[in-house]
């Protein structure tokens, strides 16, 4: 038998006229089992053809999310075509997957979109890096202090990813520690500020030496 509308013609006409009998009538039909098993045949093919057809359908629509990706840009707009045809895609059942002729394009539109966002994560981490190498010499200074805080804010704004990448990450950490470790120190001999590094501690000291020997003369 053939999934047909002639087959399905004979079938219906066989069953009216079946129908059409009295009981007495029926009983003499020797062949009425084949009628249902035509019937019961045909309702398989018919299940069988539709099911070919919604997979057809449902592959049809993963193609043209996959044909909609176009080229491939470091854009969010791009990543969500992406995303959003490998998602379709992977709903598909077994039958429905083997149907979509482009997957391939979707693989590498993967691929692509990987490379760009590794290069771009690279750029966004090596401009951390120089951030911080800039930082040089800590000092108790509004430069030195400025550069720590742009260094510090550039690294934050990183995504997890990129911040993986900063391989100098260590060197911002010790120079906020530094920077927190000079702080500001009143002299007691001369009442001036001076910072705990060591040219800070050096001048401390010389006025310290001042202070003694002025104090030594009498003339304080």
């Known amino acids: 038998m053939e999934y047909t509308e002639a087959s399905?013609?004979?079938i219906d006409a066989a069953r009216e006229a079946y129908n059409a009998l009295t009981d007495a009538q029926k009983a003499l039909v020797t062949n009425y089992e084949t009628l249902t098993a035509a019937q019961a045949r045909y309702a398989e093919l018919k299940a069988e053809a539709d099911q070919?057809?919604?997979d057809q359908a449902a592959a049809i629509e993963v193609v043209a999310?996959?044909?909609?990706?176009?080229e491939v840009v470091y854009t969010?707009?791009?990543k969500a075509k992406i995303d959003t045809a490998r998602a379709a895609y992977n709903a598909l059942t077994a039958a429905q997957k083997a149907l979509v002729e482009n997957y391939?394009?979707?693989t590498a539109a993967e691929a692509r979109y990987a490379a760009l966002k590794a290069t771009a994560d690279q750029a966004a981490a090596d401009a951390v890096i120089a951030k911080i190498n800039a930082i040089g010499e800590v000092a108790y200074t509004d430069e030195s202090k400025a550069k720590i805080d742009d260094a510090?804010?550039?690294y934050d704004r990183l995504t997890g990813a990129q911040k993986t990448l900063v391989n100098n990450y260590a060197k911002l950490t010790a120079a906020e520690a530094?920077?927190?470790e000079l702080t500001e120190i009143p002299c007691k001999y001369c009442g001036e500020i001076h910072d705990s590094s060591i040219g800070g501690g050096i001048l401390a000291v010389w006025h310290a030496i001042l202070y003694f020997f002025?104090?030594?003369f009498g003339l304080r």
């Open 152 to 154: 510090r804010a550039a």
């Open 104 to 106: 391939e394009t979707l």
């Open 76 to 78: 969010n707009a791009c």
């Open 178 to 180: 530094r920077y927190a």
């Open 65 to 70: 999310k996959i044909e909609a990706i176009g």
């Open 8 to 10: 399905k013609a004979k």
């Open 214 to 216: 002025a104090h030594l």
């Open 52 to 54: 070919v057809a919604a």
